[in-house]
């Protein structure tokens, strides 16, 4: 089975499990029904996206951070609080479905405590947080600005409608 094949059937299965879209409207199928969310993993590794989508489906990891440069340098939009989006495993299978619950945007140095926390990772010290996300942006980042600590992350929060 393709990657494409596996996200449409855990898609289909998804959506009849959270009644995404119990009844079709009168002039066909509702859009949802048609394209999946789209479809990413965390961390910039395999073993990461594995060991984070850990955190996620035990219920330890309900927010996440990325910096807005990637955003911009990637032409994506950033989340919006009621969107959905598929969460691969490190092996690119889809494990889970997300709904984002709430975005921030602040700078790098600006982000708090319960932020960390919510992270779910280490110790969920903001120290910590502040120590690998600093690391992690400098290694995986997709633009070409560098780090800053004034640098605007967009802190997202979600929760799991359905896990597979």
Not at 33 to 55: N, T
């Amino acid at each position: 089975m393709t990657d494409a094949e596996d996200i449409d059937l855990f898609w289909a299965a998804a959506r009849h499990q959270t009644r995404t879209n119990p009844v079709p409207g009168y002039l066909g199928s509702y859009a949802g029904d048609a394209v999946a969310p789209p479809a990413w993993s965390f961390g910039g590794s395999p073993e990461q996206a594995d060991e984070l989508l850990g955190l996620v489906l035990d219920g330890t990891k309900t927010a996440t951070a990325s910096a807005l440069w990637d955003y911009e340098h990637d032409d994506e939009p950033i989340p919006r609080v009621g969107d959905l989006s598929i969460v691969l495993d490190g092996a690119d299978h889809p494990r889970g479905l997300l709904e984002t619950t709430h975005v921030d945007v602040v700078p790098f140095d600006q982000v708090d405590a319960e932020h960390a926390d919510l992270e779910g990772e280490g110790d969920r010290t903001l120290d910590y947080w502040r120590e690998c996300h600093e690391q992690f942006f400098r290694t995986h980042a997709s633009h070409t600005r560098g780090f800053s600590p004034t640098m605007p992350v967009v802190l997202e929060r979600f929760r799991v409608l359905y896990p597979r």
